[in-house]
């Protein structure tokens, strides 16, 4: 049966997470199959081809786990394009692009938003492509903040520096008066307290993680694709790299045990779809 299977999600690391615990909250019965590129991350810096060719090799990984969907849980591998593999996969594939504009739409009052994002995300100007697509009258400022990933991989975050780089990445969109800052990466929701603090009470952040969860559900719902509660619920982790820290990071983050497997995939790795 189609709906017993998984929803799966992918990321270049633990970023994905956040997505996977709004899945967990607005689809507790769903199975779900998790792939954290760590090996390979971050994947902000590299070269747009080089993100789509890995996120290919970890769908094509994804394809053999029984699975219903595929969310690219993960800002960079979706603003590096994936039209070709969106064509081929047969299965409902989305990404947190459309669905994080679309909230901060409803959120917005000044018509003012930020968006921030790995330098990948940014320079690919995605983000701009949809408000153009939805909401052309929307003044959009982006910026990128790279340390950022790293910062929350290396379990940095409560760390004094990481105010003062918060203060300088964000300081031109402070001055630019948006009411609204998209966190343009799946990894930002866990820094969503300092960037807080330095926008102030008056910038509401968006997570598109919710809205990602709300539109997995009206998908799974419109195709009759819902897992039917009741049955326990299986999740299964696969990283790239050792499987140790992202285990603990996502115990803690997930609240809940986990198991985490090891795949090694590698540039040699081949193309299935
Ligand atoms: N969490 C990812 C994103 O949403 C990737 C970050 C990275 O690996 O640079 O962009």
Redesign the pocket.
């Known amino acids: 049966m189609d709906n017993c299977k998984a929803v799966a999600l992918l990321?270049?690391?633990?970023?994905?997470l956040t997505v996977v615990k709004e899945i967990n909250r607005q689809l507790p019965s769903e199975h779900v199959v998790y792939f954290g590129?760590t090996a390979r991350?971050?994947?902000?810096?590299?070269p747009s081809e080089q993100v789509r060719h890995f996120a290919y090799q970890i769908m094509d990984f994804l394809l053999t786990q029984q699975i219903k969907m595929i969310i690219i849980?993960?800002?960079?591998?979706?603003?590096a394009g994936l039209e070709y593999y969106r064509k081929r996969v047969g299965l409902p594939l989305l990404d947190?692009i459309e669905p994080g504009v679309r909230a901060a739409l409803k959120q917005t009052l000044n018509r003012k938003v930020g968006v921030i994002?790995?330098?990948?995300?940014i320079e690919s100007g995605a983000y701009q492509r949809v408000f153009q697509r939805l909401a052309p009258d929307v003044h959009v400022f982006s910026r990128a903040c790279?340390l950022f990933?790293l910062v929350v991989?290396n379990e940095l975050v409560h760390t004094p520096e990481v105010l003062g780089v918060a203060e300088e990445y964000l300081h031109s969109l402070k001055k630019a008066g948006v009411d609204t800052l998209i966190l343009?990466?799946?990894?930002?929701p866990l820094l969503a307290d300092v960037i807080a603090a330095v926008m102030g009470p008056n910038v509401t952040l968006i997570s598109s993680a919710e809205e990602t969860a709300r539109e997995a559900r009206r998908i799974l719902e419109e195709r009759e694709l819902l897992h039917p509660p009741g049955d326990s619920v299986l999740h299964r982790f696969y990283v790239s790299g050792p499987a140790k820290n992202f285990r603990q990071m996502a115990v803690k983050l997930l609240e809940n045990e986990i198991r985490a497997f090891q795949v090694v995939l590698d540039e040699e790795t081949p193309l299935l779809l």
Do not use: I, K, L
């Open positions: 990321d270049s690391g633990v970023g994905g590129d991350m971050p994947y902000g810096p590299r849980a993960c800002n960079s591998a979706a603003s947190v994002g790995t330098t990948g995300t790279p990933v991989e343009g990466c799946t990894h930002y």
